[in-house]
T-cell receptor
Framework: KAGVTQTPRYLIKTRGQQVTLSCSPI?????VSWYQQTPGQGLQFLFE???????NKGNFPGRFSGRQFSNSRSEMNVSTLELGDSALYLC?????????FGPGTRLTVT | KNQVEQSPQSLIILEGKNCTLQ??????????LRWYKQDTGRGPVSLTI?????NTKSNGRYTATLDADTKQSSLHITASQLSDSASYIC???????????????FGKGTHLIIQP
């Protein structure tokens, strides 16, 4: 069974631009969560989707948004990028008590 | 406020030695506690998951303990190898209705370096 995949793996953007990240969950998993990871803050919860509906949302500004498609694939969008948005963005799928993380997308904002 | 504190922040040990990482939490009501290993630039990988009734759980050279009374957990690594160099993250889940991801509280991790 293939694991969680994320694309792209690396991305460099300029302040003010927008970016879209993609996450494909493990086959059969319908829950997708997104996290931002920075050295100082650790992993912070962005939002969670289940069956195309946003179930939960963390404490991030409205510039961060997401959606989930009928095949459970999910995208995350960040508009008007700021230098502080530079981070590793991880998505995870969940089944029961277990969470499975993707390899992440390393976003650098210059 | 739910919190997870990990110590030490970083640790350097020689290959072949043992080490113990600590996790203290204030998450309530408690559901389960997980330890993850994260290699540099990769996503976290689950090592163990422990519920309220479990005191000890092993995964190869990794042994996790849980004391639900004192709200402490430890991860013991035996006979360390160079491949153990990574960040180790403690994650505690609260019992929220629906069991959503917002019920998870993450520690900031312990950065472990194994030197030859």
């Amino acid at each position: 069974k293939a694991g969680v995949t994320q694309t792209p793996r690396y991305l460099i953007k300029t302040r003010g631009q927008q970016v879209t990240l993609s996450c494909s969950p493990i086959s059969g998993h319908r829950s997708v969560s997104w996290y931002q990871q920075t050295p100082g803050q650790g992993l912070q919860f962005l939002f969670e989707y289940f069956s195309e509906t946003q179930r939960n949302k963390g404490n991030f500004p409205g510039r961060f948004s997401g959606r989930q498609f009928s095949n459970s694939r999910s995208e995350m969008n960040v508009s008007t990028l700021e230098l502080g948005d530079s981070a590793l963005y991880l998505c995870a799928t969940r089944q029961g008590n277990e969470q499975y993380f993707g390899p992440g997308t390393r976003l650098t904002v210059t | 406020k739910n919190q997870v504190e990990q110590s030490p922040q970083s640790l350097i040990i020689l290959e072949g030695k043992n080490c113990t990482l600590q996790c203290n939490y204030t998450v309530s009501p408690f559901s389960n506690l997980r330890w993850y290993k994260q290699d540099t630039g990769r996503g976290p990988v689950s090592l163990t998951i422990m519920t309220f009734s479990e005191n000890t759980k092993s995964n190869g050279r990794y042994t996790a303990t849980l004391d639900a009374d004192t709200k402490q957990s430890s991860l013991h690594i035996t006979a360390s190898q160079l491949s153990d160099s990574a960040s180790y993250i403690c994650v505690v889940s609260a019992v929220y209705s629906g069991g959503g991801a917002d019920g998870l509280t993450f520690g900031k991790g312990t950065h472990l370096i194994i030197q030859p």
